[in-house]
Antibody
Framework: EMQLVESGGGPVQPGGSLRLSCAVS????????ISWLRQAPGKGLEWVSV?????????ADSVKGRFSISRDDVNNTLYVHLQMDSLRSEDTAVYFC???????????????WGQGTVVTVFS | DIQMTQSPSSISASVGDRVTITCRAS??????LAWYQQKPGQVPKLLIY???TLQSGVPLRFSGSGSGTEFTLTINSLQPDDFASYFC?????????FGGGTKVEIK
C-alpha cells in the first residue's frame, strides 16, 4: 500500500521560510498528482498545491507567489517538496501530502494521505 | 474560484438514523465531486468520488447523488463509527476547493 510521510514542519516567525517534504514509498503506483493540503486548527480542509508527473503545477490563490512545489526521484523514492516563503500567521496548519487520483474524475481527488506535519507561524 | 457550501454545519443524530448532508457549488461542477470523512485526530478518508461512486471498502450505507451545483451525501442507518466530520470537494477546476464541513454528532 502506498505510504506518504511528511517532514519539515515546525515553528517559524512571520516572513520566514520552511521547506516541507513528502516521501512517497510506492513509486510504482501512480504518483502523477501529488498534492499538499492543509487544515488550520479546528478548521476545514484547504487544498494548497499539486504537481503533475509532467511538471505542471497549480496553486491555491492564498499561497500563489509565496509557495512553490517540486518533485524529484531519489533512489526510487519520490519526494515532493513544498517551499513556503513569506509565511503568515494564517498559514499555521497541519500540512498533509496526498496522492491525487483522476480515475473517473476530471481533476484529482485524494485517496492516500500522509499523517501530516505541523507548521506554526508565530511572532 | 468555485465556492463550496455545505449544510448543515453540524447535525445531531442517533444510531440507526438516516443522515443527509448537502453540498452546493457556486457554479456547475458536473459530477466532479468527492466526499470525505474525517474523525478527530485522523486524516481524511475518501468516501465517494464522481458524485456517486463509492470508494473501495466504503460501506454501502453511504451514498452520494447530484450533479451540477447541488449534491447530497446520505448515510443510511447511522453507525457508531460514522460520527465524524464530512467534507465535499469539487474536482472540476483549479483551485480545488472544499466545503466547510459537516460534523455529525451523537444525539
Amino acid at each position: 500500500e502506498m505510504q506518504l510521510v511528511e517532514s519539515g514542519g515546525g515553528p517559524v516567525q512571520p516572513g520566514g521560510s520552511l521547506r516541507l517534504s513528502c516521501a512517497v514509498s510506492t513509486f510504482t503506483v501512480s504518483t502523477n498528482y501529488i498534492s499538499w493540503l492543509r487544515q488550520a486548527p479546528g478548521k476545514g480542509l484547504e487544498w494548497v498545491s499539486v504537481i503533475y508527473s509532467g511538471g505542471s503545477e497549480y496553486y491555491a490563490d492564498s499561497v500563489k507567489g509565496r509557495f512553490s512545489i517540486s518533485r524529484d526521484d531519489v533512489n526510487n523514492t519520490l519526494y515532493v517538496h513544498l517551499q513556503m516563503d513569506s509565511l503568515r500567521s494564517e498559514d499555521t496548519a497541519v500540512y498533509f501530502c496526498a496522492r491525487g487520483s483522476r480515475t473517473a474524475t476530471f481533476l484529482p481527488v485524494f485517496d492516500y494521505w500522509g499523517q501530516g506535519t505541523v507548521v506554526t507561524v508565530f511572532s | 474560484d468555485i465556492q463550496m457550501t455545505q449544510s448543515p454545519s453540524s447535525i445531531s443524530a442517533s444510531v440507526g438514523d438516516r443522515v443527509t448532508i448537502t453540498c452546493r457549488a457556486s457554479q456547475t461542477v458536473g459530477t466532479w465531486l468527492a466526499w470525505y470523512q474525517q474523525k478527530p485526530g485522523q486524516v481524511p478518508k475518501l468516501l465517494i468520488y464522481a458524485a456517486s461512486t463509492l470508494q473501495s471498502g466504503v460501506p454501502l450505507r453511504f451514498s452520494g447523488s447530484g450533479s451540477g451545483t447541488e449534491f447530497t451525501l446520505t448515510i443510511n442507518s447511522l453507525q457508531p463509527d460514522d460520527f465524524a466530520s464530512y467534507f465535499c470537494q469539487q474536482a472540476s477546476d483549479y483551485p480545488l476547493t472544499f466545503g466547510g464541513g459537516t460534523k455529525v454528532e451523537i444525539k
